[in-house]
Each structure stands twice: as structure tokens, then as C-alpha cells.
């Protein structure tokens, strides 16, 4: 199974102001995933980051706001800009495991709290 | 709805317990996965069941999927107190590979 970790682990921000957080895999994976857990809640996909391509977004969720890189088979950042406090959540990354790639191993996730 | 639903949303026992939780969906799917949360942190994968399998079993865990019925439920036997988690049921679709639909979860607390 990959290793997966995150970076920052926890951060509080001011409104208006952005963040990146690092996704960092242990081995090669082509398909990674963020999301955002706001309290209580389920998972709501962001994004699906794929090497070599574009990051494809889903229904609520734009480029512009959420700025995705994926560089390389074990890396990535999120940034989430202009920040609001409806921006507070979990932000957890993910890489598909498998042949095909149907389970998923997450990341520690990182704790955002807007101001 | 494109997630499963869990159910109960909160669900506590003592240790030695077996714990019960469902997740109902309305779509087809590809298989369905159960995840585990322990406190707000990454999740963890737990089991896969496949769209034409009815029961799997893994340790202290076993998975039923009753396709006709649109449900599954995970069961964990003997319950410990390291339990504590939320539970998540994902679904595969099988539209975009890798694509998992997660529902709301259910907490479970085991009491020592």
C-alpha cells in the first residue's frame, strides 16, 4: 500500500489569503484525488489530478479557486485561494491503488480553519 | 442521490458487541467499498465487494451486498473500543475509473 502523507497538517488562515497543501506518495501512482470534509460531513471530490493532464473538476468546483498541480507520478498541491470561512474543512488527498485502480489510499488529510 | 446513504448515522455498543451499520444507494454500481475514519483523519480501506458477490469476509469483518435490494451492510463482530470510527460505504459506478461516490458515514463508538 502507498504512503501517503500531507503537508501542512493543520493551518489557520485569514480570510482572503491562500494556501497550498503538498500531497506526497512513496511511490508512483497515476491517479490522485483531493477532497473536502467539511465537519460531519461525507467526502465531496474536488478534483481528480492525473500526471501529464489536466486536473478535471467536478460539479462546484473551478480551477480558479482551487488550483491543482500535479508535476510528477508522486506529487501534488492543492492551493485554495482567496480564502472564506466556509473554506474551513479537511482537505485529504488520494491515490488510487490497484489493477485497475479501484480502491483508494488516503492521506492524512490537512485541517484548514478561515478566519 | 449518486452516494449511498449509512444507517444508522450514530451507532454505540459496548466491547464484544457486533456492530451493525447499512448503506442503501440508488444507482447501479460497479462495487461497493467500506472506508473507516478515525477522528477526522485520512481513511482507511476496509473491504470491496463486487457487484456479482453477496458476502465477503475479512477478519473480524463481513460485508453482504443485495444488489436487488440496493444495500449492503458491514458487520463487525466482537466489537474493541479501537473500533471508534465513522464508517464509510463508497460506491464504483464504474463511469470514471477510480471515481468513488462516499456517504455520510456512520459513527460508531464501542464503550470499554
Known amino acids: 500500500s502507498a504512503v501517503i502523507s500531507q503537508k501542512p497538517s493543520r493551518d489557520i488562515c485569514q480570510r482572503g489569503t491562500s494556501l497550498t497543501i503538498q500531497c506526497q506518495v512513496d511511490?508512483?501512482?497515476?491517479?490522485m484525488f483531493w477532497y473536502r470534509q467539511q465537519p460531519g460531513q461525507s467526502l465531496t471530490l474536488i478534483a481528480t489530478?492525473?500526471?501529464?493532464?489536466?486536473?478535471?473538476?467536478e460539479s462546484g468546483f473551478v480551477i480558479d479557486k482551487f488550483p491543482i498541480s500535479r508535476p510528477n507520478l508522486t506529487f501534488s498541491t492543492l492551493t485554495v485561494s482567496n480564502m472564506s470561512p466556509e473554506d474551513s474543512s479537511i482537505y485529504l488527498c488520494s491515490v488510487g491503488q490497484g489493477s485497475p485502480a479501484e480502491t483508494q489510499y488516503f492521506g492524512p488529510g490537512t485541517r484548514l480553519l478561515v478566519l | 442521490s449518486q452516494q449511498g446513504e449509512e444507517d444508522p448515522q450514530a451507532l454505540s455498543i459496548q466491547e464484544g458487541e457486533n456492530a451493525t451499520m447499512n448503506c442503501s444507494y440508488k444507482?447501479?454500481?460497479?462495487?461497493l467499498q467500506w472506508y473507516r475514519q478515525n477522528s477526522g483523519r485520512g481513511l482507511v480501506h476496509l473491504i470491496l465487494i463486487r457487484s456479482n458477490e453477496r458476502e465477503k469476509h475479512s477478519g473480524r469483518l463481513r460485508v453482504t451486498l443485495d444488489t436487488s435490494k440496493k444495500s449492503s451492510s458491514l458487520l463487525i463482530t466482537a466489537s474493541r473500543a479501537a473500533d471508534t470510527a465513522s464508517y464509510f460505504c463508497?460506491?464504483?459506478?464504474?463511469?470514471?475509473?477510480?471515481?468513488?461516490?462516499f456517504g455520510r458515514g456512520t459513527q460508531l463508538t464501542v464503550w470499554p
Open positions: 511511490s508512483q501512482v497515476t491517479m
Open positions: 444507482t447501479s454500481i460497479n462495487n
Open positions: 489530478a492525473n500526471q501529464g493532464s489536466e486536473a478535471t473538476y
Open positions: 463508497a460506491l464504483d459506478r464504474g463511469s470514471t475509473l477510480g471515481r468513488l461516490y
